[in-house]
């Protein structure tokens, strides 16, 4: 626990320095930085909200990410075209979401793991044979469970990461943090990196502002980074080099994916939730993919 | 604190933001004081609830949805809830007769120069979801007994998605109100009516398929007018406004795009003058 309040102090200490580092450029140039200075306000309340619910206990963790999904899936449902009778399936989908999150706060793996792959899966189409509306069947189907997996079933796993006994003397939460300070500094590393030194773009169709040097420096960057974060997990070094190259990898395609949606739409941030970063989707696109597959591989060597 | 307010910050806002979520566009357009006239979309008896809650508790006192008084007023409930939470202005729709002398729009114009602020909805009633009807004329007439109001444009879109008509399950899906800048009278009756009516509707690319027409209005919207990321993902969500049956109402003659429209493709463009008028500074 005292390595998470350390964590935590370090955190703040690190936004401290952005503010500052803020003030000081707005002084020099006279500029306002407007966006600049919103993206690091809202740091700030995501950081500290984040430190005290999962200082605060596992109830308080749980329901932090239990309202983060429902907020992105939200947002994923209002910017996708559905027909009408598409309602009656995302109420259901609705639903499922505490559930998922019960089943994380009680620590059922089974459950947890089938709850939204497995029945979800079939219970959306029965819903669906209700309507009696054929048309768009697939399509509506398919859409609703792909969102309800990426924003629930992979946001969840953070919520059951979290309930994972003590391994070596490190518990889940250490684990939690561990994964989800890496895979933000990912991110402002490759907005770093790409700003500075950003010359080839990797996905022009996608993204266009995410380039292979941006990927790379942050990839070099979260590395490094998880070796010097290693205090909070069980890892050997190979361990923590694997785990910081898998998530900078696996953020950097989360991110992505997630652009693919906003591509397909036509729209370029899901919402105004968090100002300076756009909506939540935008802010959990890393996530959302960095989530089950740090979990998956921590499950499988740890436990 | 009178019953409304308490209605509104104790139980429309908390349930809208848990269950919905309103984005709005343009709230610093919104007047703080009356009189005024917000012209509005109706697709859903949420459109009153989530537009009124964007009004700070001081002004919510004042601001009166015009509504049918056979309607509202119909049950003991109803017009509980119409009358007391809400605040609505009834508006007698049967049994009025021109006399010489009054205008049925009368007590309208009297809630204006008492300084409210009335939110009308020109479609009449209620719409199917995502379909805009044809604006009636009703509050361009009272704008021209009160040239000297402002009459802003609101438009919201997802309400249709949480509640729409004839639907009593609850959805959450975010609301998204779009605040444009004030217009005021001038003209005939009928330009003005269609003036604002054209703030709604989809102009130049109506035959653009839904998905490439948001993109290409993006791009424009981001293009010319160097518009907020905001900007351009509210008015890319066009969720199926432009329905296939509404293509022939949706079709509006780009010559008759004046100020109050355009401004939302080009809003630098367009400066007040001292008549508090818009022109077009091109």
Known sequence: MNRVVLTGGLILALLSLATLILKIMRRRSGLPYRELGARIRSWWVMAGLFLALILSGKAGAVGLFALVSYLAVKEYFTMI?????????????????????????????????????????????????????????????????WGMMLFVFSVS??????????????????????????????????????????????????????????????????????????????????????AGAAIATAGFVGDLVVSMIKRDVGIKDSGDLIPGHGGILDRIDSLTYTAPLFFHGVYYIFY | MRLKTLFFLLIVRPLLLLFGGIRAEGSERLPRQGPAILVANHNSHLDTLALMSLFPAATLPRVRPVAARDYFYATALRRFVSERLVGILPLERRGVRHQPGHHPLDPLAEALDRGEILIIYPEGSRGEPGELRPFKSG????????????????????????????????????????????CYYNGSVREFTRRIESFFRETPQNDIPERFHSMATKERSTRETGATASTASLRSDRSGFVATKDKQLSFVDASHISDCQSYRVKPTIFRRTQEGDHHADR
């Open chain 2, 139 to 182: 509050f361009a007439h009272l704008a021209k007994m009160r040239p000297e109001v402002p009459v802003i444009p609101v438009e919201i879109r997802g309400t249709d998605r949480v509640l729409p008509k004839d639907e009593a399950l609850w959805v959450p899906f975010i609301i998204d109100i779009h605040i444009g800048e004030a």
């Open chain 1, 81 to 145: 075209p559905i027909r009408r009778v598409d309602r009656r399936i995302i109420f259901w989908a609705y639903l499922a979401i505490p559930l998922q999150y019960w089943w994380a706060y009680e620590g059922w793996y089974g459950m947890f793991i089938i709850w939204i792959p497995v029945y979800l899966f079939l219970l959306l189409p029965f819903r669906q044979i209700l309507t009696g509306e054929t048309r768009g069947f697939l399509e509506s189907t398919g859409k609703v469970q």
């Open chain 1, 157 to 242: 796993h953070l919520a059951f990461l979290y309930g994972l006994p003590e391994v070596q003397g490190h518990g889940g939460v250490e684990l939690l943090l561990y994964l989800v300070v890496l895979t933000e500094l990912n991110d402002i590393y490759q907005y770093l990196f790409g700003k500075s030194l950003g010359r080839r773009p990797v996905a022009p169709a996608v993204s266009p502002g995410k380039t292979l040097e941006g990927f790379l420096g942050a990839l070099a960057a979260t590395t490094l980074t998880a070796l010097a974060l290693r205090y909070l997990t069980p890892f050997s070094v190979p361990q923590a080099l694997a």
